[in-house]
């Protein structure tokens, strides 16, 4: 292979992250003019590649990196992101770095300016020159024709629609006139499908002009339509190159998704197939980033159910928005009764027990002791864990505290005593306190949150069997968020997939892979009905 | 190290942690003023009368505090609407012309449902203002006492010992003389002036040491009640709070009207006890020394309870009574017991807020 033909090589490049291996061995190639994909879910090791390609002081600060980067076929050593722009790489930001006030002329020039000297600047330095306004108009206009955007340069970024920010974004690294390599960052996530068939329409016209692209996304259709070669990250490795000529959407899917499931011992809870403990009907819930727009699911009692998907896509906003926490509308159906909206309380009253994705944010009293955090809930809910006197009620200590040496026993919650304040408790215990106090409201359906984020193994498996046993015990209906697609299918007895804001599906644990990677995805409901029974 | 050497500095170590670096200076420079005291010749006994009386007839004030940082308003530097309350309550009680232990509970009587209103609104005003409540509370403490200073010329009050000889208005300053006056430090004074005991001039004034500790005993008994958890539970983490189906606007309202309600009482005690009531710009820095108090005690902007009220009391204000004479005898510049105020108290409130962590 000769190297002089690429533009951008990274070779052989790995990165640990305090003992944690985060990528392993991942070599990409891109050719002049090429669209390359880089594709993966959450964690597969996108963002760490990007992070060393643009010098990011993550990277730098927590030891470097192993491989070597090649720009021309020549090593580069880049260690900011200044010298990332130098070298001729640039980035389309999936969050816009634009200045709202200033116009699409300054945004794009910014920093860059064309100036021209005046008196001040000969007297003084030359940094009082005069803006060249009008060649930096024409530079301006000129990126906006090449992506055949009809607008005027004159205009401030407020206000407009975010698909024209993008483009103001792209516009920005294209002007620069040594650009060699541009990435783009989940770049459609934002966009609506005009919108991002319009970007992909100008990812076109770039790379004709010769500049190479690295178009990081999840989504199999968009990559299928307009990238040349493909490279699939799973688990910090790389799975697979493939020429878009060589490969289908059914495989880059199966590819992302890969098989890694550890089958957790469980017994047989019992199902009652006959009714339905929760449904939710045209459900939606307007939580920032998280958006459901309009979902129908039904719950089996006695069932653990998961809620899996991409970031962003809504599977965070369910339980959220059933527990009362954000804006939902819709119908929720407890044992078939409906149950009041936007209301935290009525969802406590009606046995519905929440455990928070945000541990520290919403899950905890991060300053007050364990003992605390376990009751404080039920004593404000149920009225448990009070003394009363008259019109007057008391806490009771005594109960509170005997109440959390149990909890202490029951989940092996590891602690200097139960008045130890939380914040000083490992990821994992937190989350077994989230839990107690959760079980001490004695729910019929539990919602748990991504539940084994941030804890190390041994925890999240502890934390996993108490699902299950709750569930074959106690018969407890369990709804379980979670990003960690295996985790899911290790413990749940279906699995519905969330995909932007709506059901894409539901599958049971021994599905294909490639049925998962689809659903994940987007392109299942798009493809015809394979016998994805919705419900 | 030595063994010893070794279990001492954990121990010190274990102190200094607990105890934090201001309260361990200020005790120090406590213990030194009160030595140097001594030294110079001033009467230890009656001394110490003074620095129990000025601690407790301020305590009230400073145990006002306690529900606003519990519920999460942070320090609450709008005090003074709280004590424009009690001032209202005592005026009026003398307008009606009650005298005596009747004259004080009237006062505290009329002043409550002032204070629960005026804390009613400025409840709704920091719950419009999450996240800057501090600066916030403290200018509207200054505009409500200057507002108040128009209101006290234009009351209609006719008690000649308030009145303006002409014109309308009451006086800046009004003698609690045969109203009120020492209702509670006199109330089982121990030992009284006739008895010739001598404990260097020393005195307990025990009717003020048990309604200060009622007062006390009332906000341990909200802190632990159903309510008092909820608020704990608000001020503590407000998402949390709601995840766990409380209402944190009723409960940052609820700590809100109990600060005001306990800051109008605690004018009251501090009115008896001072001898007069004072009205008009008085008020405006009153604020400031009860939350230097609950600082120095060891609260924070998230966290406060009833010993950080007794112990920075005792401390930010017995520090305060001693400096005065002391300094009167080393150095004749007759302000350098308020710069010493201004300085302790300030300094501390500095050292406070610059100890708030963000939110996480």
């Given at each position: 292979m000769e190297t002089a033909n690429f533009v951008l090589q990274m070779k052989g490049i790995g990165k640990e992250y305090y003992g944690t291996r985060v990528l392993e061995n991942i070599n990409i190639n891109l050719a002049p003019g090429e669209i390359h994909a880089v594709l993966g879910e959450n964690g597969a090791g996108k963002s760490t590649l990007m992070n060393i390609l643009f010098g990011?002081?993550?990277?730098?600060?927590?030891?470097?990196?192993?491989?070597?980067?090649?720009?021309?076929?020549?090593?580069?050593?880049?260690?900011?992101?200044?010298?990332?722009?130098?070298?001729?790489?640039?980035?389309?930001?999936?969050?816009?770095?634009?200045?709202?006030?200033?116009?699409?002329?300054?945004?794009?020039?910014?920093?860059?300016?064309?100036?021209?000297?005046?008196?001040?600047?000969?007297?003084?330095?030359?940094?009082?020159?005069?803006?060249?306004?009008?060649?930096?108009?024409?530079?301006?206009?000129?990126?906006?024709?090449?992506?055949?955007?009809?607008?005027?340069?004159?205009?401030?970024?407020?206000?407009?629609?975010?698909?024209?920010?993008?483009?103001?974004?792209?516009?920005?690294?294209?002007?620069?006139?040594?650009?060699?390599?541009l990435v783009f960052d989940e770049p459609t996530a934002v966009l609506t499908e005009s919108e991002a068939s319009n970007l992909l329409d100008a990812m076109r016209t770039i790379s004709s002009k010769g500049i190479a692209i690295l178009f990081i996304t999840h989504r199999l259709d968009e990559v299928m339509e307009v990238a040349d070669n493909m490279t699939v990250l799973r688990d910090g490795k790389l799975v697979g190159v493939r020429k878009k000529e060589e490969t289908s959407i059914d495989e880059l899917a199966e590819m992302m998704v890969g098989r890694k499931i550890n089958k957790v011992e469980k017994g047989t809870n019992t199902i009652d197939e006959s009714v339905y403990k929760l449904e939710l009907k045209n459900f939606s819930v307007d939580m920032p980033g998280e958006k459901i727009k309009g979902m129908d699911l039904k719950v089996r009692k006695g069932e653990i159910i998961g809620i899996g998907g991409l970031a962003g896509q809504g599977k965070i906003g369910v339980a959220n928005g059933v527990a009362g926490l954000y804006p939902s509308k819709g119908e929720v159906l407890i044992d078939g009764t409906p149950l009041p909206l936007n209301n935290p309380k009525e969802s406590i009253n009606r046995r519905i027990a929440f455990v928070s994705e945000d541990r520290r944010a919403v899950g905890l009293l991060l300053d007050i002791g364990i003992d605390m955090n376990i009751a404080v809930t039920a004593m404000q809910n149920k009225g448990g864990f009070l003394k009363h006197y008259g019109i007057f009620s008391q806490q009771d200590t005594k109960a509170i505290k005997e109440h959390a040496e149990k909890m202490r026993k029951e989940l092996d919650i590891r602690c200097t005593g139960v008045d130890q304040p939380t914040r000083r408790l490992s990821g994992g215990n937190q989350q077994k306190v989230c839990i107690a106090r959760a079980l001490t409201l004695e729910p019929e359906i539990l919602f748990v949150s991504e539940p084994t984020r941030g804890i190390d193994v041994g925890a999240k498996k502890l934390v996993l069997d108490t699902l299950v046993k709750l569930n074959q015990e106690k018969g407890m209906t369990i709804v379980m968020t979670s990003s960690e697609l295996g985790e899911l299918r290790s413990v749940c007895d279906r699995i519905a997939i969330i995909n932007e804001g709506k059901l894409e599906g539901i599958l049971s644990p021994d599905d294909s892979d490639k049925d998962y990677g689809l659903m994940m995805a987007g392109n299942y409901s798009k493809k015809a009905n394979s016998g994805g029974e919705v419900e | 190290m030595t063994e010893k050497a070794m279990s001492f500095s954990t121990a010190w170590k274990s102190f200094y942690a607990k105890a934090g670096l201001p309260r361990i200076v200020i005790g120090v420079f406590f213990i030194f003023l009160n030595i140097v005291s001594i030294v110079i010749g001033i009467s230890f006994g009656s001394l110490m009368t003074d620095v129990i009386i000025r601690a407790l007839m301020n305590m009230i004030l400073v145990l006002a505090m306690v529900p606003g940082i519990r519920s999460g308003i942070g320090l609450n530097f709008g005090l003074p609407l709280g004590i424009l309350c009690g001032l209202l309550g005592g005026v009026i009680s003398i307008e009606l012309d009650f005298t005596g232990a009747m004259g004080f509970l009237m006062a505290i009587l009329i002043a409550i449902p002032f204070a629960i209103i005026v804390g009613i609104a400025y409840g709704w005003l920091l719950n419009r203002v999450k996240g800057s409540e501090m600066m916030v509370a403290t200018y509207v403490g200054f505009s409500a006492v200057s507002l108040m200073s128009i209101g006290w010329m234009l009351l209609p009050l006719n008690a000649p010992e308030m009145a303006w000889p002409m014109g309308m208005g009451v006086r800046t300053t009004i003698s609690l003389e045969g109203r009120f006056n020492h209702i509670l430090n006199d109330f089982w004074r121990f030992p009284t002036g006739d008895m010739d005991l001598s404990f260097g001039g020393f005195e307990i004034p025990t009717g003020l040491i048990l309604f200060v500790s009622f007062m006390l005993f009332v906000m341990w008994v909200i802190n632990r009640s159903k309510m008092g958890i909820a608020m704990k539970t608000v001020g503590a983490n407000p998402k949390f709070a709601t995840a766990s189906g409380l209402n944190v606007n009723f409960y940052r309202m609820f700590g809100t009207v109990l600060s005001t309600v306990f800051g109008a009482i605690g004018i009251l005690v501090y009115a008896q006890s001072f001898g007069f009531l004072q009205l008009y710009l008085a008020p405006m820095f009153m604020g400031f020394a009860a939350v230097a108090g609950v600082l120095i005690g060891g609260a924070n902007v998230r966290d406060a309870n009833i010993s950080h009220v007794i112990i920075g009391t005792f401390l930010f204000q017995g520090l305060l009574v001693i400096a005065l004479p002391v300094a009167n005898n080393i150095m004749t510049l007759g302000s350098l017991a308020e710069i010493t105020r201004l300085v302790v108290s300030n300094g501390i409130i500095l050292y406070a807020l610059t100890q708030v962590t963000g939110g996480d």
């Open positions: 990011m002081s993550v990277i730098h600060s927590t030891g470097g990196f192993e491989g070597e980067v090649l720009i021309n076929g020549e090593s580069a050593n880049i260690k900011s992101p200044v010298e990332a722009m130098e070298a001729g790489i640039g980035m389309v930001h999936q969050e816009f770095m634009l200045i709202p006030e200033y116009t699409i002329t300054e945004n794009i020039k910014l920093n860059r300016e064309i100036t021209k000297p005046n008196i001040f600047s000969r007297l003084i330095s030359n940094k009082l020159e005069t803006l060249d306004r009008i060649e930096m108009n024409k530079d301006a206009k000129k990126a906006l024709k090449t992506l055949d955007l009809n607008i005027e340069e004159w205009i401030k970024i407020a206000g407009l629609p975010v698909g024209y920010m993008q483009f103001v974004e792209i516009a920005r690294e294209i002007d620069k006139s040594n650009l060699k390599v | -």
